[in-house]
Protein backbone atom coordinates (compact mmCIF):
# COMPACT_ATOMS: atom_id res chain seq x y z
CA UNK A 1 0.00 0.00 0.00
CA UNK A 2 1.34 3.80 -0.89
CA UNK A 3 2.47 6.19 1.73
CA UNK A 4 -0.22 8.66 2.72
CA UNK A 5 -0.52 11.48 4.36
CA UNK A 6 -1.72 11.50 8.42
CA UNK A 7 -5.23 11.69 8.54
CA UNK A 8 -6.57 15.13 10.54
CA UNK A 9 -10.14 14.09 10.20
CA UNK A 10 -11.57 10.63 10.90
CA UNK A 11 -14.61 11.60 12.82
CA UNK A 12 -16.44 9.66 10.06
CA UNK A 13 -14.42 6.48 10.36
CA UNK A 14 -14.51 6.63 14.50
CA UNK A 15 -18.74 7.17 14.08
CA UNK A 16 -18.88 4.13 11.34
CA UNK A 17 -16.92 2.12 13.96
CA UNK A 18 -19.74 3.24 16.82
CA UNK A 19 -17.51 4.94 18.78
CA UNK A 20 -19.39 8.67 19.98
CA UNK A 21 -18.32 11.57 18.95
CA UNK A 22 -18.11 15.45 19.37
CA UNK A 23 -20.44 16.01 16.10
CA UNK A 24 -21.99 14.21 13.28
CA UNK A 25 -20.09 13.99 10.76
CA UNK A 26 -21.19 14.25 7.42
CA UNK A 27 -20.73 13.98 3.55
CA UNK A 28 -23.65 13.85 0.31
CA UNK A 29 -24.20 11.22 -1.96
CA UNK A 30 -23.15 12.15 -5.72
CA UNK A 31 -21.36 15.77 -3.73
CA UNK A 32 -19.05 15.69 -6.48
CA UNK A 33 -20.39 16.36 -10.06
CA UNK A 34 -23.34 18.29 -12.24
CA UNK A 35 -24.99 20.85 -9.63
CA UNK A 36 -20.94 22.01 -9.08
CA UNK A 37 -20.05 24.68 -11.65
CA UNK A 38 -16.00 23.81 -11.41
CA UNK A 39 -17.45 20.40 -12.32
CA UNK A 40 -19.66 21.36 -15.19
CA UNK A 41 -16.14 23.45 -16.63
CA UNK A 42 -14.55 20.53 -16.47
CA UNK A 43 -17.16 18.71 -18.61
CA UNK A 44 -16.78 21.50 -21.42
CA UNK A 45 -13.66 19.87 -22.41
CA UNK A 46 -13.87 16.10 -21.42
CA UNK A 47 -16.97 13.61 -21.82
CA UNK A 48 -18.29 12.45 -18.46
CA UNK A 49 -15.96 8.47 -19.00
CA UNK A 50 -13.36 10.36 -19.94
CA UNK A 51 -13.14 12.32 -16.21
CA UNK A 52 -13.80 8.89 -14.65
CA UNK A 53 -10.98 7.29 -16.35
CA UNK A 54 -8.29 9.97 -16.29
CA UNK A 55 -7.39 9.90 -12.71
CA UNK A 56 -5.60 13.14 -12.54
CA UNK A 57 -9.55 14.51 -13.72
CA UNK A 58 -11.33 12.07 -11.36
CA UNK A 59 -8.83 13.19 -8.57
CA UNK A 60 -9.61 16.91 -9.11
CA UNK A 61 -13.80 16.35 -9.30
CA UNK A 62 -13.42 14.51 -5.73
CA UNK A 63 -11.84 17.03 -4.32
CA UNK A 64 -13.94 20.02 -5.62
CA UNK A 65 -16.68 19.85 -2.83
CA UNK A 66 -14.14 19.33 -0.05
CA UNK A 67 -12.65 22.47 -1.20
CA UNK A 68 -16.23 24.11 -1.06
CA UNK A 69 -17.54 22.52 2.04
CA UNK A 70 -16.56 21.25 5.74
CA UNK A 71 -17.11 18.08 4.38
CA UNK A 72 -15.96 15.03 6.75
CA UNK A 73 -15.67 12.78 3.27
CA UNK A 74 -14.30 12.50 0.21
CA UNK A 75 -15.74 10.14 -2.48
CA UNK A 76 -14.08 9.08 -5.43
CA UNK A 77 -15.35 10.19 -8.83
CA UNK A 78 -16.57 6.97 -10.56
CA UNK A 79 -19.19 5.11 -11.56
CA UNK A 80 -20.43 1.61 -10.47
CA UNK A 81 -20.98 0.71 -14.44
CA UNK A 82 -16.97 0.51 -14.54
CA UNK A 83 -18.12 -3.12 -13.41
CA UNK A 84 -20.24 -3.97 -16.06
CA UNK A 85 -17.35 -2.71 -18.79
CA UNK A 86 -14.99 -4.49 -16.94
CA UNK A 87 -16.53 -7.81 -17.54
CA UNK A 88 -16.78 -7.13 -21.38
CA UNK A 89 -20.02 -4.72 -21.60
CA UNK A 90 -20.61 -1.55 -23.62
CA UNK A 91 -21.96 1.24 -21.81
CA UNK A 92 -22.75 4.61 -23.14
CA UNK A 93 -23.71 7.59 -21.21
CA UNK A 94 -26.42 9.11 -22.96
CA UNK A 95 -27.37 12.59 -22.12
CA UNK A 96 -30.97 13.15 -20.60
CA UNK A 97 -30.69 8.94 -20.20
CA UNK A 98 -27.74 7.97 -18.61
CA UNK A 99 -26.04 4.89 -18.70
CA UNK A 100 -27.46 2.42 -21.40
CA UNK A 101 -26.31 -1.00 -22.63
CA UNK A 102 -26.23 -0.92 -26.61
CA UNK A 103 -26.21 -4.77 -26.66
CA UNK A 104 -27.43 -5.92 -22.81
CA UNK A 105 -28.01 -10.01 -21.97
CA UNK A 106 -31.02 -10.62 -23.39
CA UNK A 107 -30.94 -13.98 -22.84
CA UNK A 108 -29.12 -16.40 -20.50
CA UNK A 109 -26.98 -17.93 -23.30
CA UNK A 110 -25.82 -14.18 -24.06
CA UNK A 111 -23.70 -14.76 -20.33
CA UNK A 112 -21.03 -16.33 -22.57
CA UNK A 113 -19.66 -12.69 -23.98
CA UNK A 114 -18.74 -12.03 -20.38
CA UNK A 115 -15.41 -12.35 -19.29
CA UNK A 116 -13.39 -12.75 -16.20
CA UNK A 117 -12.02 -9.45 -15.98
CA UNK A 118 -7.94 -8.96 -15.02
CA UNK A 119 -9.15 -6.48 -12.15
CA UNK A 120 -5.63 -4.26 -12.29
CA UNK A 121 -5.62 -4.20 -15.91
CA UNK A 122 -9.54 -3.24 -16.57
CA UNK A 123 -10.22 -1.39 -13.36
CA UNK A 124 -6.40 0.27 -12.96
CA UNK A 125 -7.44 3.86 -13.56
CA UNK A 126 -9.83 3.55 -10.66
CA UNK A 127 -7.25 2.31 -8.25
CA UNK A 128 -4.95 4.72 -9.34
CA UNK A 129 -7.45 7.66 -9.20
CA UNK A 130 -8.15 6.75 -5.40
CA UNK A 131 -4.27 6.81 -4.69
CA UNK A 132 -4.08 10.17 -6.24
CA UNK A 133 -7.06 11.52 -4.72
CA UNK A 134 -6.02 10.31 -1.21
CA UNK A 135 -2.30 11.71 -1.88
CA UNK A 136 -3.80 15.27 -2.73
CA UNK A 137 -6.25 15.32 -0.40
CA UNK A 138 -3.48 15.62 1.87
CA UNK A 139 -5.55 13.56 5.30
CA UNK A 140 -7.52 16.73 5.53
CA UNK A 141 -10.73 13.79 5.50
CA UNK A 142 -11.11 10.18 4.52
CA UNK A 143 -12.17 8.60 1.09
CA UNK A 144 -14.85 6.71 0.35
CA UNK A 145 -14.76 4.07 -2.27
CA UNK A 146 -17.64 2.19 -3.86
CA UNK A 147 -19.07 -0.40 -5.89
CA UNK A 148 -22.78 -0.84 -7.54
CA UNK A 149 -24.20 -4.17 -5.66
CA UNK A 150 -24.55 -7.08 -7.77
CA UNK A 151 -28.53 -6.66 -8.26
CA UNK A 152 -28.32 -3.14 -9.50
CA UNK A 153 -25.47 -3.95 -11.93
CA UNK A 154 -27.62 -6.97 -13.48
CA UNK A 155 -30.79 -4.80 -13.30
CA UNK A 156 -28.84 -2.57 -15.89
CA UNK A 157 -26.64 -5.55 -17.50
CA UNK A 158 -30.24 -6.93 -18.77
CA UNK A 159 -32.60 -4.17 -18.78
CA UNK A 160 -30.09 -1.96 -20.79
CA UNK A 161 -29.94 0.97 -19.16
CA UNK A 162 -32.41 3.02 -16.60
CA UNK A 163 -36.55 1.86 -16.46
CA UNK A 164 -38.78 2.59 -14.07
CA UNK A 165 -39.92 -1.31 -13.36
CA UNK A 166 -36.77 -3.21 -14.81
CA UNK A 167 -39.24 -5.71 -15.76
CA UNK A 168 -37.02 -7.96 -17.89
CA UNK A 169 -34.41 -7.95 -15.76
CA UNK A 170 -37.47 -8.73 -12.92
CA UNK A 171 -38.61 -11.47 -15.38
CA UNK A 172 -35.09 -12.89 -15.48
CA UNK A 173 -35.65 -14.24 -11.77
CA UNK A 174 -38.59 -15.91 -12.15
CA UNK A 175 -37.64 -17.44 -15.70
CA UNK A 176 -33.92 -17.93 -15.37
CA UNK A 177 -33.98 -18.47 -11.49
CA UNK A 178 -30.35 -20.67 -12.00
CA UNK A 179 -29.21 -18.54 -14.37
CA UNK A 180 -29.73 -14.87 -12.64
CA UNK A 181 -27.96 -16.79 -9.50
CA UNK A 182 -24.83 -17.53 -11.67
CA UNK A 183 -24.94 -13.94 -13.19
CA UNK A 184 -25.16 -12.41 -9.64
CA UNK A 185 -22.77 -15.03 -8.34
CA UNK A 186 -20.07 -13.71 -11.17
CA UNK A 187 -20.76 -10.13 -10.37
CA UNK A 188 -20.44 -10.29 -6.67
CA UNK A 189 -17.04 -12.17 -7.25
CA UNK A 190 -15.80 -9.23 -9.31
CA UNK A 191 -17.14 -6.82 -6.92
CA UNK A 192 -15.47 -8.65 -4.19
CA UNK A 193 -12.06 -8.30 -5.88
CA UNK A 194 -12.88 -4.58 -6.72
CA UNK A 195 -13.62 -2.98 -3.69
CA UNK A 196 -10.78 -5.06 -1.91
CA UNK A 197 -8.08 -3.60 -3.99
CA UNK A 198 -9.48 -0.17 -3.18
CA UNK A 199 -8.69 -0.41 -0.26
CA UNK A 200 -4.71 -1.05 -1.45
CA UNK A 201 -5.21 1.55 -3.83
CA UNK A 202 -5.95 3.99 -0.79
CA UNK A 203 -9.55 4.05 0.11
CA UNK A 204 -10.48 4.52 3.49
CA UNK A 205 -14.24 3.73 4.01
CA UNK A 206 -16.36 1.55 1.47
CA UNK A 207 -19.92 2.07 0.18
CA UNK A 208 -21.88 -0.81 -1.71
CA UNK A 209 -25.00 0.75 -3.91
CA UNK A 210 -27.95 -1.13 -4.11
CA UNK A 211 -30.03 1.85 -5.67
CA UNK A 212 -33.11 -0.63 -7.49
CA UNK A 213 -33.01 -3.28 -4.23
CA UNK A 214 -36.43 -1.97 -3.53
CA UNK A 215 -37.93 -3.20 -6.72
CA UNK A 216 -37.81 -6.69 -4.82
CA UNK A 217 -40.10 -7.72 -2.53
CA UNK A 218 -39.34 -9.14 0.63
CA UNK A 219 -38.97 -12.61 -0.99
CA UNK A 220 -37.05 -12.05 -4.22
CA UNK A 221 -35.18 -9.63 -2.29
CA UNK A 222 -34.08 -13.09 0.65
CA UNK A 223 -33.25 -14.81 -2.66
CA UNK A 224 -31.55 -12.07 -4.97
CA UNK A 225 -30.08 -9.81 -2.86
CA UNK A 226 -29.72 -10.25 0.76
CA UNK A 227 -26.90 -13.12 -0.03
CA UNK A 228 -24.58 -11.57 -2.42
CA UNK A 229 -24.51 -8.59 -0.20
CA UNK A 230 -23.65 -10.45 2.30
CA UNK A 231 -21.14 -12.62 0.81
CA UNK A 232 -19.45 -9.19 -0.37
CA UNK A 233 -19.21 -7.90 3.08
CA UNK A 234 -17.78 -11.11 4.45
CA UNK A 235 -15.12 -11.45 1.98
CA UNK A 236 -13.95 -7.47 2.12
CA UNK A 237 -14.23 -7.82 6.00
CA UNK A 238 -11.91 -10.56 5.59
CA UNK A 239 -9.08 -9.17 3.56
CA UNK A 240 -9.43 -5.39 5.40
CA UNK A 241 -11.51 -5.75 9.13
CA UNK A 242 -10.16 -2.06 9.45
CA UNK A 243 -12.41 -0.73 6.87
CA UNK A 244 -15.87 0.37 7.43
CA UNK A 245 -18.35 -1.03 5.15
CA UNK A 246 -21.49 0.66 4.33
CA UNK A 247 -24.64 -0.68 2.19
CA UNK A 248 -27.20 1.39 0.61
CA UNK A 249 -30.76 -0.77 -0.07
CA UNK A 250 -32.80 1.60 -1.31
CA UNK A 251 -36.58 1.29 -0.39
CA UNK A 252 -35.73 -2.02 1.82
CA UNK A 253 -37.67 -1.57 4.84
CA UNK A 254 -38.08 -4.49 5.23
CA UNK A 255 -34.84 -5.93 4.87
CA UNK A 256 -33.34 -3.88 7.34
CA UNK A 257 -32.75 -6.70 10.43
CA UNK A 258 -31.43 -9.01 8.06
CA UNK A 259 -28.61 -6.53 6.66
CA UNK A 260 -27.66 -5.79 10.58
CA UNK A 261 -26.76 -9.31 10.92
CA UNK A 262 -24.20 -9.11 8.41
CA UNK A 263 -20.85 -7.70 8.37
CA UNK A 264 -22.02 -3.94 7.36
CA UNK A 265 -20.86 -1.49 9.93
CA UNK A 266 -23.02 0.86 8.66
CA UNK A 267 -26.79 0.76 6.58
CA UNK A 268 -27.48 3.78 4.77
CA UNK A 269 -31.33 5.12 4.90
CA UNK A 270 -33.35 6.45 1.87
CA UNK A 271 -35.65 9.20 2.52
CA UNK A 272 -39.01 7.46 2.79
CA UNK A 273 -37.18 5.68 5.72
CA UNK A 274 -37.97 6.46 9.17
CA UNK A 275 -35.11 7.05 11.58
CA UNK A 276 -36.23 6.24 15.12
CA UNK A 277 -38.14 2.97 13.70
CA UNK A 278 -34.99 2.19 11.54
CA UNK A 279 -33.31 2.43 14.90
CA UNK A 280 -35.67 -0.21 16.38
CA UNK A 281 -35.11 -2.55 14.53
CA UNK A 282 -31.52 -2.32 13.89
CA UNK A 283 -30.19 -1.60 17.78
CA UNK A 284 -26.36 -1.05 18.40
CA UNK A 285 -26.09 -3.83 15.47
CA UNK A 286 -25.21 -1.22 12.84
CA UNK A 287 -24.35 2.45 12.82
CA UNK A 288 -26.98 4.42 10.56
CA UNK A 289 -26.66 6.90 7.43
CA UNK A 290 -28.71 9.42 5.82
CA UNK A 291 -31.24 10.47 4.69
CA UNK A 292 -32.74 13.86 4.14
CA UNK A 293 -34.89 13.85 1.18
CA UNK A 294 -32.36 15.62 -1.54
CA UNK A 295 -35.80 17.33 -2.43
CA UNK A 296 -35.24 19.45 0.56
CA UNK A 297 -32.53 21.21 -0.82
CA UNK A 298 -34.84 23.32 -2.72
CA UNK A 299 -36.18 25.25 0.49
CA UNK A 300 -34.96 28.20 1.38
CA UNK A 301 -32.18 28.42 3.72
CA UNK A 302 -34.33 28.81 7.62
CA UNK A 303 -36.33 25.90 6.30
CA UNK A 304 -33.91 23.50 5.07
CA UNK A 305 -31.69 24.11 8.52
CA UNK A 306 -35.40 23.15 10.06
CA UNK A 307 -35.39 19.90 8.12
CA UNK A 308 -32.05 19.14 9.29
CA UNK A 309 -32.52 19.53 12.83
CA UNK A 310 -35.62 17.38 12.74
CA UNK A 311 -33.37 14.34 10.92
CA UNK A 312 -30.79 14.60 13.35
CA UNK A 313 -33.41 14.30 15.95
CA UNK A 314 -34.95 11.42 14.30
CA UNK A 315 -31.52 9.49 14.60
CA UNK A 316 -30.33 10.56 17.93
CA UNK A 317 -26.95 12.32 18.94
CA UNK A 318 -24.75 9.17 18.45
CA UNK A 319 -24.13 5.86 15.42
CA UNK A 320 -25.21 8.16 12.64
CA UNK A 321 -23.67 9.82 9.62
CA UNK A 322 -25.47 12.31 8.17
CA UNK A 323 -26.10 12.26 4.69
CA UNK A 324 -28.89 12.54 1.74
CA UNK A 325 -31.37 9.82 1.07
CA UNK A 326 -30.21 9.31 -2.18
CA UNK A 327 -27.62 11.80 -4.91
CA UNK A 328 -27.02 15.18 -4.97
CA UNK A 329 -29.46 16.27 -8.14
CA UNK A 330 -28.32 18.13 -11.24
CA UNK A 331 -30.09 21.49 -10.47
CA UNK A 332 -29.56 21.94 -6.37
CA UNK A 333 -27.53 25.11 -5.85
CA UNK A 334 -24.76 24.86 -4.30
CA UNK A 335 -25.14 27.08 -1.43
CA UNK A 336 -27.66 25.32 -0.22
CA UNK A 337 -25.34 21.97 -0.14
CA UNK A 338 -23.76 24.46 2.10
CA UNK A 339 -26.25 25.43 4.52
CA UNK A 340 -27.11 21.29 4.78
CA UNK A 341 -23.57 20.93 6.06
CA UNK A 342 -23.48 23.17 8.11
CA UNK A 343 -26.57 22.91 9.56
CA UNK A 344 -25.61 19.34 10.42
CA UNK A 345 -22.47 20.59 12.43
CA UNK A 346 -24.07 23.45 14.07
CA UNK A 347 -27.20 21.31 15.09
CA UNK A 348 -25.37 17.95 15.87
CA UNK A 349 -22.77 19.89 18.43
CA UNK A 350 -25.83 21.56 20.22
CA UNK A 351 -27.63 18.30 20.65
CA UNK A 352 -24.94 16.44 22.36
CA UNK A 353 -24.25 19.59 24.73
CA UNK A 354 -28.43 19.94 25.89
Known amino acids: MPDFPSLENDLILRTARGESTDRTPVWMMRQAGRYLPEYRAIREEHDFF ?75 HVFEALTVTRQQLEGRVPLIGFSGAPWTLMAYMVEGGGSKSYRHARAWLYEHPDASKALLERITDVVVDYLIQQVEAGAQMLQVFDSWAGLHGPETFRTFCLPYLDEIATRVKDAHPEVPLVVFPKNVHYGLDALAETDYDVISLDWTMDPKSAREVVGDRAVLQGNLDPCALYAAPDALRREVQHMLAGFGPHQHIANLGHGMLPDHDPEHAGVFVDAVHEHSRRMRTV
Open 50 to 124: DVVETPDLAAEVTIQPVDRFPLDAAILFSDIMVVPEAMGLTVEMVSGKGPTFPNPLSTPDEMERLVEPDIDEALG
